[in-house]
């Protein structure tokens, strides 16, 4: 599919693959398909960081390639691999004479016994696909440096074989909790959008967009309580991942309502914190008010 | 788009460009050249693509926003904004809560440190005694002193296992790549097994600092440990506190300690005001622990444990800080010097791994000496 022509576009685009992107995040996202530049999200737990990359994804018709960091994480689990089971075999098949010849050890260092990771996997797809670097900031330092690469060329060099390069450039969105200041280097490559919680009103459109079965007035509900709870001193607030978690759980349960008891018995869908926990009972009235 | 107006709109996109570096935001020439192409699918007239491209491309850190929005204001609008209002973490609440740091004298040149230290001796104590001699009671020379015996002191976090790996004589992982290469030699049989083993990393280490009145005589040294500290070990997050936190890694990581300490002392608004350690724990715990700065980490945090807050909150902060790092060690002044604990130490104890005395330089030592054993 081509890419959007206006930032709107984009936007609708966005809303008919059931995301609500505001005009920030879609400008954002616009220029990094325009200048082919990667994406880094920044933003609370829940937001919506993930969810639009998955989006574009549907929406652009790319295929998601998605690595999702971690501390160790090194090139063999992102980059590529070696085949080594094959190569094994490979040398074994091979007689005396034929592994003197300098091209049947080349070989075995070749396309054909390489495995493809994530990140070379994206680079080899290209414009077919939307490249999610998820949490990046749980990966170490030492990673970071090979992203490099990778987000300022589009490429990915391997010794042995060379360098491997995107013809057109897949979309790269990268994400980050803020769990530690990420590398300057890293971000100099990047554009940088802060995704913050939606209003009161887009996040009521959310809920209906993404749970469609649900009614405006237990969404409204749903969202005020959400809202209020954020503005209770929590040490995780809700996000908006949350909200529609706990519409999904009302919905289950069969409530049509909010009433004390159906926030009692469903508050696990928002708050995961003990101590939270203990501070929401003491709300539960005014949460279910609504 | 007509070539003149072209220009004219480039320039104020550059001179845009310009403003918010001067107003202190790294923007480089090449964020600005990708600001305009990103301009250029997008409408010139429309305030809002010109205030998000830009914003996209020309900031790399939430904490720059207020800056940005204020300086877009300025610029494209002609509205004067408050610098106030763009830096609310900057303003005082009220003046008379906090004073200018005073800082150590700054480090003399090596011929000028020889032409003072010569007839004053080292500023009049020898090395061993300065050692033992409390903060509190330290001239700013004899602090400057203290500062270049402090670089001596080794800091060595403990070690934890990390999740990456690196080729060893023996392991658990077998090291495929370089068995299937040496294989080569011996025509495919892997004659010999290699291996590696996950390699061993420092632990974080996180040091919250009391800045407040009643730690005014410590503070100052206690920063110095820090810069030096920061400067020893990677891995190193500093952060200060009297009435509110304040994190000062970045200001920290300058290399010349009286750079780094002026600037870590422009940074913290509220030196020598109130101590409201619960709530600045509590912020701690909010802002960075939940996001994991102290997971599997050291938090060292040095106070005295005067709190003029709710006992309850710095409860709860201790509690939920011990649940979110490796180990929770306090240091204070008063530490073993046998008087009777204060109201906040009571009850942060139950949640502190070590409690340590930190009253002078061998105190300290000490300190780093206990740091490298802590499991």
């Known amino acids: 599919m081509t890419r959007p022509a206006s930032v709107a576009a984009l936007t609708e685009?966005?809303?008919?693959?059931?995301?609500?992107?505001?005009?920030?995040?879609?400008?954002?996202?616009?220029?990094?398909?325009?200048?082919?530049?990667?994406?880094l999200l920044e933003g609370e737990v829940g937001?919506?960081?993930?969810?639009?990359?998955?989006?574009?994804?549907?929406?652009?018709?790319?295929?998601?390639?998605?690595?999702?960091?971690?501390?160790?994480?090194?090139?063999?689990?992102?980059?590529?691999?070696?085949?080594?089971?094959?190569?094994?075999?490979?040398?074994?098949?091979?007689?005396?004479?034929?592994?003197?010849?300098?091209?049947?050890?080349?070989?075995?260092?070749?396309?054909?016994?390489?495995l493809e990771r994530p990140l070379l996997d994206a680079v080899r797809t290209g414009d077919g696909?939307?490249?999610l670097v998820d949490e990046v900031d749980r990966a170490d330092d030492e990673f970071e440096a090979f992203l490099l690469e990778l987000l300022s060329e589009f490429q990915i060099t391997i010794p042995e074989i060379g360098t491997i390069r995107a013809e057109r450039p897949p979309l790269v969105v990268l994400t980050s909790n803020r769990t530690r200041e990420l590398h300057d280097a890293l971000k100099r490559r990047c554009l940088y959008h802060w995704v913050d919680y939606p209003d009161f009103d887009r996040e009521v459109e959310i809920v209906l967009v993404r749970e469609p079965g649900v009614s405006e007035t237990l969404a409204r509900r749903v969202v005020a309580a959400v809202t209020r709870l954020r503005?209770?001193?929590?040490?995780?607030?809700?996000?908006?991942?949350?909200?529609?978690?706990?519409?999904?759980?009302?919905?289950?349960?069969?409530?049509?309502d909010l009433d004390p008891q159906t926030v009692e018995d469903t508050i696990g869908a928002v708050v995961k914190d003990r101590d939270d926990l203990d501070v929401v009972r003491a709300h539960v009235h005014e949460l279910s008010r609504g | 788009?007509?070539?003149?107006?072209?220009?004219?709109?480039?320039?104020?996109?550059?001179?845009?460009?310009?403003?918010?570096?001067?107003?202190?935001?790294?923007?480089?020439?090449?964020?600005?050249?990708?600001?305009?192409?990103?301009?250029?699918?997008?409408?010139?007239?429309?305030?809002?693509?010109?205030?998000?491209?830009?914003?996209?491309?020309?900031?790399?850190?939430?904490?720059?926003?207020?800056?940005?929005?204020?300086?877009?204001?300025?610029?494209?609008?002609?509205?004067?904004?408050?610098?106030?209002?763009?830096?609310?973490?900057?303003?005082?609440d009220a003046p008379e809560a906090w004073a200018d740091l005073q800082l150590p004298e700054p480090e003399r040149s090596g011929e000028e440190r020889e032409q003072q230290e010569a007839p004053m001796g080292l500023v009049g104590s020898d090395v061993a005694t300065l050692r033992a001699k409390s903060f509190a009671d330290c001239t700013p020379d004899e602090l400057a002193a203290l500062r270049r015996i402090m670089r001596t002191v080794r800091l060595t976090p403990p070690r934890r296992r990390s999740r990456r790996t690196a080729p060893a004589v023996d392991g658990r992982r077998p090291d495929l790549r370089r068995t299937v290469r040496e294989a080569l030699r011996t025509h495919g049989d892997p004659a010999t097994l290699r291996w590696r083993e996950r390699r061993v990393r420092p632990r974080r280490l996180v040091l919250v600092l009391d800045v407040s009145g009643s730690m005014a005589d410590y503070s100052r040294a206690?920063?110095?440990?820090?810069?030096?500290?920061?400067?020893?070990?990677?891995?190193?997050?500093?952060?200060?506190?009297?009435?509110?936190?304040?994190?000062?890694?970045?200001?920290?990581?300058?290399?010349?300690?009286?750079?780094?300490?002026?600037?870590?002392?422009?940074a913290v608004v509220d030196w020598e005001g109130g101590t409201r350690i619960g709530a600045s724990l509590d912020a701690f715990v909010r802002?960075?622990?939940?996001?994991?700065?102290?997971?599997?980490?050291?938090?060292?945090?040095?106070?005295?444990?005067?709190?003029?807050?709710?006992?309850a909150l710095l409860e709860s902060a201790m509690r939920r800080l011990a649940r979110r790092c490796h180990r929770v060690v306090w240091l204070s002044p008063h530490a073993g010097s046998g008087g009777p604990p204060s109201l906040g130490m009571t009850v942060a104890t139950p949640y502190v791994d070590r409690l340590l005395p930190a009253r002078d330089l061998d105190d300290l030592e000490r300190f780093a000496r206990t740091l490298a054993v802590l499991g």
């Open chain 1, 13 to 39: 685009t966005l809303c008919a693959g059931g995301y609500l992107a505001d005009r920030g995040l879609s400008t954002a996202a616009y220029v990094a398909l325009t200048l082919d530049r990667p994406l």
């Open chain 1, 47 to 114: 937001v919506g960081k993930t969810e639009i990359a998955k989006t574009l994804a549907t929406v652009l018709g790319r295929r998601l390639i998605r690595l999702q960091c971690y501390e160790g994480i090194d090139t063999n689990q992102a980059l590529y691999e070696w085949d080594y089971a094959r190569q094994l075999l490979q040398i074994r098949a091979l007689s005396e004479a034929a592994l003197a010849d300098e091209g049947a050890v080349d070989a075995l260092f070749g396309p054909k016994f390489l």
């Open chain 1, 129 to 131: 696909a939307v490249l």
């Open chain 1, 231 to 256: 503005e209770l001193d929590l040490a995780k607030a809700p996000g908006v991942a949350e909200t529609i978690d706990w519409v999904r759980t009302l919905g289950a349960v069969g409530a049509a």
């Open chain 2, 1 to 92: 788009m007509a070539d003149a107006t072209g220009t004219a709109f480039l320039e104020t996109l550059v001179g845009f460009g310009r403003a918010l570096r001067a107003a202190g935001l790294p923007v480089g020439t090449g964020d600005v050249q990708t600001y305009c192409a990103a301009m250029e699918p997008l409408d010139p007239t429309d305030l809002l693509d010109l205030y998000w491209a830009g914003r996209t491309t020309l900031v790399g850190r939430r904490e720059h926003l207020p800056v940005y929005h204020r300086v877009f204001r300025e610029w494209f609008l002609g509205v004067p904004g408050e610098p106030d209002e763009a830096r609310p973490f900057n303003r005082p």
């Open chain 2, 222 to 266: 206690l920063l110095q440990f820090a810069h030096v500290t920061s400067r020893a070990a990677r891995r190193v997050e500093v952060f200060c506190f009297g009435t509110r936190l304040t994190r000062i890694t970045r200001e920290l990581e300058h290399r010349r300690p009286d750079d780094a300490l002026a600037r870590a002392a422009d």
């Open chain 2, 287 to 311: 802002e960075w622990g939940r996001r994991g700065i102290g997971r599997g980490g050291i938090v060292v945090i040095c106070s005295d444990g005067l709190d003029r807050g709710d006992p």
